[in-house]
């Protein structure tokens, strides 16, 4: 029940951040919100405050904020209209909802360095047989404190530096042992592995497995800043490259897409980490949904906003008919994509089996 909670919070809380993105614009602009809903279906609760009608419904998978005359149907010509604003106007209404959950997502990577993440350390869990860590007599409970004159406190800092080895390479590695300092030469094997995105390459490896030994890494306020910086280019960057990878079908769609039975289950996991990894989560989420907006994928924000460029080039509204053929276009893609993403997490984490275990049981 603590997970579903957890979930709903933290799905309702990006949804919030999107949808006021564009409620901000467009009442800035001057245009009129008829309606901000967060979820779908039936209203739960609802409360009208001036022109708009405040909304909280059923299920909590999504929002939306209904604008005054922003289809030919319902547009009257008059100035509070969205379809009133020039297409530059309207275009920062649709943009400022995918960059508001790129600015938060930015806030919770600043919030997350600062509070301190859980990390690794370079204590020695076990070594391989047949590598070069046990062949120079590094064991079990060894802390690694260098490599070649490179201080190491952390498992990540070690990987960057072994994994960027050659085979037959050396690596001069510094231990603590007892309270002792050793200094062995550990000659590095390569072995093919695949990226977080997919890819095999060949990495440099010791032959060694961390231990389970974990500190939270925190750092000052405007450190913090500058590393966020960072991690949130770090994100965007593997977001962009596995959308490309997937349109160039080097990366699985079943292994790298989720829809809300994946994310319920990796916030299930976040949650029990605790506060930090939920907040982590919400930056990971957060960049993930602006980008995926930005697709020129009709109903998207960024199907809208390539409709808008269309529009600028011909110099007048898109026809009513064709709005609406990109409407249903786009309905029936989205509605396609979470019925494939929905069966591949059905998939991915084993409801099926479950379900066939619970009636076989059930017998």
């Given at each position: 029940?603590?997970?579903?909670?957890?979930?709903?919070?933290?799905?309702?809380?990006?949804v919030?951040?999107?949808?006021?993105?564009h409620?901000?614009?467009?009442?800035?602009?001057?245009?009129?919100?008829?309606?901000?809903s967060?979820?779908?279906?039936?209203?739960l609760?609802?409360?009208?405050?001036?022109?708009?009608?405040?909304?909280?419904?059923?299920?909590?998978?999504?929002?939306y904020?209904?604008?005054?005359?922003?289809?030919?149907?319902?547009?009257?010509?008059?100035?509070?209209e969205?379809?009133?604003?020039?297409?530059?106007?309207?275009?920062?209404?649709?943009?400022?909802?995918?960059?508001?959950n790129y600015?938060?997502?930015?806030?919770?990577?600043?919030?997350?360095?600062?509070?301190?993440?859980?990390?690794?350390?370079?204590?020695?869990?076990?070594?391989?047989?047949?590598?070069?860590?046990?062949?120079?007599?590094?064991?079990?409970?060894?802390?690694?404190?260098?490599?070649?004159?490179?201080?190491i406190?952390?498992?990540?800092?070690?990987?960057?530096?072994?994994?960027a080895?050659?085979?037959?390479?050396?690596?001069?590695?510094?231990?603590?042992?007892?309270?002792t300092?050793?200094?062995?030469?550990?000659?590095?094997?390569?072995?093919?592995?695949?990226?977080?995105?997919?890819?095999?390459?060949?990495?440099?490896?010791m032959?060694?497995?961390?231990?389970?030994?974990?500190?939270?890494?925190?750092?000052?306020?405007?450190?913090?800043?500058?590393?966020?910086?960072?991690?949130?280019?770090?994100?965007?960057?593997?977001?962009?490259?596995?959308?490309?990878?997937?349109?160039?079908?080097?990366?699985?769609?079943?292994?790298?897409?989720?829809?809300?039975?994946?994310?319920?289950?990796?916030?299930?996991?976040a949650?029990?980490?605790?506060?930090v990894a939920?907040?982590?989560?919400?930056?990971?989420?957060?960049?993930?949904?602006?980008?995926?907006?930005?697709?020129?994928?009709?109903?998207?924000?960024?199907?809208h906003?390539?409709?808008?460029?269309?529009?600028?080039?011909?110099?007048?509204?898109?026809?009513?008919?064709?709005?609406?053929?990109?409407?249903?276009?786009?309905?029936?893609?989205?509605?396609l994509?979470?019925?494939?993403?929905?069966?591949?997490?059905?998939?991915?984490?084993?409801?099926?089996?479950?379900?066939?275990k619970?009636?076989?049981?059930s017998?």
């Open positions: 029940m603590f997970s579903l909670l957890v979930f709903i919070l933290v799905l309702s809380i990006l919030l951040i999107h949808e006021f993105g409620f901000l614009v467009a009442r800035k602009l001057g245009v009129v919100v008829e309606r901000f967060l979820g779908f279906g039936p209203t609760f609802s409360r009208k405050k001036k022109d708009t009608e405040y909304a909280i419904s059923a299920i909590p998978l999504g929002g904020v209904k604008l005054a005359g922003d289809t030919l149907e319902d547009y009257k010509g008059r100035p509070f969205y379809l009133s604003k020039t297409p530059g106007q309207r275009a920062g209404i649709l943009v400022f909802g995918p960059l508001l600015v938060a997502a930015f806030f919770c990577l600043w919030i997350v360095l600062f509070l301190g993440f859980p990390t690794l350390t370079s204590k020695v869990g076990q070594t391989i047989d047949g590598f070069g860590a046990q062949a120079a007599g590094i064991l079990k409970d060894d802390r690694i404190v260098s490599v070649d004159g490179r201080e406190k952390y498992w990540e800092e070690l990987q960057k530096i072994i994994q080895k050659k085979a037959g390479e050396v690596a001069r590695v510094s231990l603590l042992r007892n309270n300092l050793f200094n062995v030469e550990v000659k590095i094997k390569e072995q093919e592995v695949l990226s977080l995105l997919g890819d095999k390459k060949n990495v440099g490896l032959g060694i497995v961390p231990s389970e030994e974990i500190v939270k890494v925190r750092h000052g306020l405007l450190p913090s800043f500058g590393l966020g910086i960072k991690k949130l280019f770090d994100l965007t960057l593997i977001n962009y490259k596995a959308i490309w990878r997937i349109l160039t079908g080097k990366l699985s769609v079943r292994e790298s897409v989720s829809g809300p039975l994946g994310i319920f289950y990796i916030t299930s996991k949650a029990e980490l605790g506060f939920v907040i982590y989560l919400m930056a990971v989420l957060n960049v993930s949904l602006a980008i995926f907006n930005l697709l020129p994928i009709p109903l998207l924000d960024g199907g906003l390539f409709l808008l460029v269309i529009e600028k080039i011909k110099g007048k509204h898109l026809s009513q008919k064709f709005d609406n053929f990109v409407t249903q276009l786009g309905l029936s893609l989205i509605i994509l979470a019925v494939l993403v929905f069966y591949n997490d059905l998939v991915k984490f084993g409801i099926f089996e479950k379900i066939a619970f009636i076989n049981h017998k």
